[in-house]
C-alpha cells in the first residue's frame, strides 16, 4: 500500500465525515510492513482516532502522512520536497519549481474544485524502488465541469486533461489564475524523469517515463473528483 490507497481512503473519509456519518475503515494488520504504514500515514488515526505514530522500527519506510487541507501555504510542500532531497540531489531552482507546482495544484483545489473537505495529499519513499510517489485527492467537480463555463469548446473530460497538460487554461475564479498548475507540475516530472497520471471525471492522463508519449483514456467509471499522482526516481 502507498500514498495512493491512503489518499483515496482519506479522500473518502472526509467526505463522509463532512456529511456527518462516521466512515468506517478496515485496515489490513499484515504483514508487518503494512501495518506500520498504515500507522505512519495516519491512516490508523482516521480508522480508530488513535494518534499517529512515530515510529521507527521500519527504517526504510519513510512517510509524509496524510494531511487534509483547506488552504494553500507557501511551506506546504516542504515535507515532500524534503523527502526527495534526502535521496536525491537536486539544484535550488529544481527544487524551488517542484515546490511551487505542488502548491499551484494544492491552489488548484482550494480555487476551483469546491470539494467540500478541501484535498488530501500523503507521499512516500518506496526503497524497494528507490522511489518517492506523491498523491493529491479532491471529491470536487473536477476538470471538465470547472473548465466548460469558461472554455465551452472543451467537450468531454479527455479534452479538459488536455488542455490542462497543455496549459493557459483556466476557469478563472481568481484574476491572476494562469492556468499553469498541472502542466508545469507535467512538465518538471518529466524532466525529473519520473511518471505521472491524472483521474478526473471519466478520463485518465498518463505519463509513463522512459520518453513515451503522454496517454490519453476513458475509463469505464467516473472519478468523483481529481487525483493527481507523481512518481520520481531517486537515482
Given at each position: 500500500?502507498?500514498?495512493?490507497?491512503?489518499?483515496?481512503?482519506?479522500?473518502?473519509?472526509?467526505?463522509?465525515?463532512?456529511?456527518?456519518?462516521?466512515?468506517?475503515?478496515?485496515?489490513?494488520?499484515?504483514?508487518?510492513?503494512?501495518?506500520?504504514?498504515?500507522?505512519?500515514?495516519?491512516?490508523?488515526?482516521?480508522?480508530?482516532?488513535?494518534?499517529?505514530?512515530?515510529?521507527?522500527?521500519?527504517p526504510?519506510?519513510?512517510?509524509v502522512?496524510?494531511?487534509?487541507?483547506?488552504?494553500?501555504?507557501w511551506?506546504?510542500?516542504?515535507?515532500v520536497?524534503?523527502?526527495?532531497?534526502?535521496h536525491?540531489?537536486?539544484?535550488?531552482?529544481?527544487?524551488?519549481?517542484l515546490?511551487?507546482?505542488?502548491?499551484?495544484?494544492?491552489?488548484?483545489?482550494?480555487?476551483?474544485?469546491?470539494?467540500?473537505?478541501?484535498?488530501?495529499?500523503?507521499?512516500?519513499?518506496?526503497s524497494?524502488?528507490?522511489?518517492?510517489?506523491?498523491?493529491?485527492?479532491?471529491?470536487?467537480?473536477?476538470?471538465?465541469?470547472?473548465?466548460?463555463?469558461?472554455?465551452?469548446?472543451?467537450?468531454?473530460?479527455?479534452?479538459?486533461?488536455?488542455?490542462?497538460?497543455r496549459?493557459?487554461?483556466?476557469?478563472?475564479?481568481r484574476?491572476?489564475?494562469?492556468?499553469?498548475?498541472?502542466?508545469?507540475?507535467?512538465?518538471?516530472?518529466?524532466?525529473?524523469?519520473?511518471?505521472?497520471?491524472?483521474?478526473s471525471?471519466?478520463?485518465?492522463?498518463?505519463?509513463?517515463?522512459?520518453?513515451?508519449?503522454?496517454?490519453?483514456?476513458?475509463?469505464?467509471?467516473?472519478?468523483p473528483?481529481?487525483?493527481?499522482?507523481?512518481?520520481?526516481?531517486?537515482?
Amino acid at each position: 500500500m502507498g500514498p495512493i490507497a491512503a489518499a483515496v481512503f482519506g479522500a473518502v473519509y472526509y467526505l463522509g465525515e463532512s456529511k456527518g456519518q462516521r466512515p468506517r475503515i478496515v485496515l489490513p494488520k499484515s504483514p508487518p510492513e503494512l501495518d506500520h504504514f498504515c500507522e505512519v500515514s495516519g491512516l490508523k488515526f482516521l480508522a480508530s482516532q488513535s494518534p499517529a505514530s512515530s515510529n521507527t522500527d521500519c527504517p526504510d519506510l519513510e512517510v509524509v502522512a496524510l494531511e487534509r487541507f483547506e488552504e494553500s501555504r507557501w511551506n506546504q510542500s516542504d515535507p515532500v520536497v524534503h523527502l526527495v532531497r534526502r535521496h536525491r540531489e537536486i539544484s535550488e531552482d529544481t527544487e524551488d519549481y517542484l515546490r511551487i507546482c505542488i502548491n499551484e495544484v494544492v491552489q488548484n483545489v482550494i480555487d476551483h474544485s469546491k470539494s467540500v473537505f478541501g484535498g488530501v495529499m500523503c507521499s512516500r519513499y518506496m526503497s524497494n524502488r528507490d522511489r518517492v510517489h506523491v498523491a493529491i485527492v479532491d471529491h470536487g467537480k473536477g476538470i471538465f465541469e470547472t473548465l466548460h463555463p469558461a472554455h465551452p469548446e472543451i467537450g468531454n473530460s479527455i479534452e479538459a486533461l488536455r488542455a490542462v497538460i497543455r496549459g493557459r487554461y483556466s476557469a478563472k475564479s481568481r484574476e491572476n489564475n494562469m492556468g499553469l498548475g498541472i502542466s508545469n507540475l507535467w512538465g518538471v516530472v518529466r524532466e525529473l524523469e519520473g511518471r505521472i497520471a491524472i483521474m478526473s471525471g471519466g478520463a485518465r492522463a498518463r505519463y509513463t517515463g522512459g520518453g513515451t508519449s503522454d496517454s490519453f483514456e476513458t475509463l469505464e467509471f467516473s472519478f468523483p473528483g481529481t487525483f493527481v499522482w507523481f512518481s520520481l526516481p531517486m537515482a
